[in-house]
């Protein structure tokens, strides 16, 4: 175990960013994955393409090598936010996901007004997959992801209702084309792939099948979009939430904004004893270690695990570190700075009340300490 | 949450519909999809499947409506939250840039 003072800065992660006068929230920004590897990532997708295109792969093939380098980033960054914002990154990846099937379909529409109409020619990018069962499989798992975003947030943020019930039509109309392709083929192949809403289908509109779904995706991906954008303003961090219970919902989406990111090694010194409080830590992965310095060496006072915290007492009574803090395990921590920490205190009830109950009990095992191995 | 259907929202979505619906009815006229597909399919086919359709129609509204049902009993769970207002982010972030209220208009004529 090496025993280095954490030299890192902790990075900012909750600040709202402001582009051209619109505020983009923290939680829409990227938070873990570095800047060098989304510069790397764009090198090898750039380098991806330009083989693909030198080496005459097809259209989706440019597509694909163009994508691929960036899914490990993207779930990277989606599993930290799911660990730091819990179904909120859920959301995130499902939105994202349908906005890039919102994009073969406008492909598929894009491809009708080049070629005329020809249908033969206009399948989107990825036309190996446009078969009845992968449309079926996949609004299926749209429209449960939407029932699940529904008992989750439904009736707190409408969009998704609105997005529900188009998903829902849809979904009746692939449920009547999955069933017809797998037990009527010959109708299917002759008429019936128009559908229930298509064009000449059962109950039919002007609008021919590849419109019609275009529509449909339409509806179901805009108001999904507005929905993310809302819960995204209201997104805060679960480990804040558990660390200080008895905030206010708004009062963590407020505090979230100006929580600060920090990693540290396995022995890493955190906190000194007897240095100046300056800040305040949560524990969000990984383990620390509280230890008490005395004459007769060092006591451990307590482990601290994710949705712990410490740093408390310095900042609450203006005194000196009352112990040292050391991490165990290679972690990551939350911190605010003694202006963020300090403005949570004088301004929100219930944390400053999780605070206190902690400073004094706390405050109260030292003590019984001490008696137990005077100095 | 605030009101999410606000006017310049749905003003948006109503220009986005629009310009949507424009562009599929201009290219539904100007080149209706065509690809060697014979469409002799007669209504009598499609008629057989109402019964069908109305069975999976059922099935996506029974599952909608059991996700509203606990989804509404979620929400009414836990609506002791505070609601979210400016006066509640803005007392505890002062970092928060909020915009400035829109300008009242003065007495007409």
Known sequence: ?375 | MKNQFTAKRLLFLGALTAAVFGFVAWQQTTNPPHGGVDFTATRGQFHHYIPHVIVMALIVITADALALWYGWKRHTRQKNVEPVTDAADARLNPLREVEPPAPTGGASA
């Open chain 1, 1 to 375: 175990m090496t025993s280095g003072v954490a030299a890192q800065p902790p990075a900012q992660i909750g600040r709202p960013a402001r582009i051209r006068g619109i505020t983009i929230p923290s939680s829409l920004q990227l938070q873990r994955v570095p800047v060098g590897a989304v510069l790397l990532t764009m090198v090898a997708s750039g380098i991806g393409i330009g083989w693909s295109i030198l080496d005459s792969f097809p259209f989706y093939g440019v597509v694909a090598m163009g994508l691929l380098p960036w899914i490990p980033l993207f779930f990277f960054e989606a599993a930290w936010k799911y660990e730091n914002y819990g179904f909120y990154a859920i959301l995130g990846t499902f939105t994202v996901l349908q906005l890039g099937h919102l994009g073969e379909h406008t492909a598929q529409v894009t491809q009708l007004l080049i070629y005329d109409g020809n249908l033969a020619k206009a399948h989107g990018i990825f036309g190996n997959l446009d078969l009845e069962l992968v449309h079926f499989v996949w609004d299926t798992g749209v429209w449960l992801g939407l029932l699940l975003c529904t008992y989750k947030l439904g009736f707190r943020n409408k969009w998704l209702l609105v997005s529900l019930l188009f998903s829902s039509l849809h979904e009746v109309e692939h449920m009547f084309l999955f069933y017809i392709n797998r037990t009527n083929l010959d109708f299917y192949q002759h008429g019936g792939f128009a559908g229930i809403m298509g064009e000449h289908g059962l109950i039919g509109s002007p609008l021919a099948r590849p419109y019609l779904h275009y529509i449909y995706n339409f509806f179901v991906v805009v108001p999904l979009v507005m929905a993310f954008w809302d819960e995204s303003k209201h997104a805060y961090n679960v480990w804040l939430a558990k660390a200080l219970p008895d905030m206010t919902e708004q009062e963590r989406v407020s505090v979230t904004q100006q929580l600060q990111r920090l990693r540290v090694q396995e022995g890493d010194v955190l906190v000194q004893q007897g240095d100046v409080a300056d800040r305040f830590y949560i524990v969000s992965d990984g383990e620390v270690e509280v230890v008490r310095e005395g004459s007769q060496g060092e006591t451990r006072v307590a482990l601290l695990g994710p949705g712990q915290f410490f740093g408390e007492i310095g900042l609450m009574t203006a005194k000196p570190r009352t112990a040292t803090v050391r991490a165990t395990k290679d972690s990551e921590l939350l911190t605010l700075d003694r202006d963020a920490f300090l403005m949570l205190v004088t301004r929100s009830q219930g944390g400053a009340a999780d605070l206190d109950a902690a400073m004094h009990t706390r405050l109260a095992e030292l003590q019984l300490l001490d008696k137990q191995s005077p100095a």
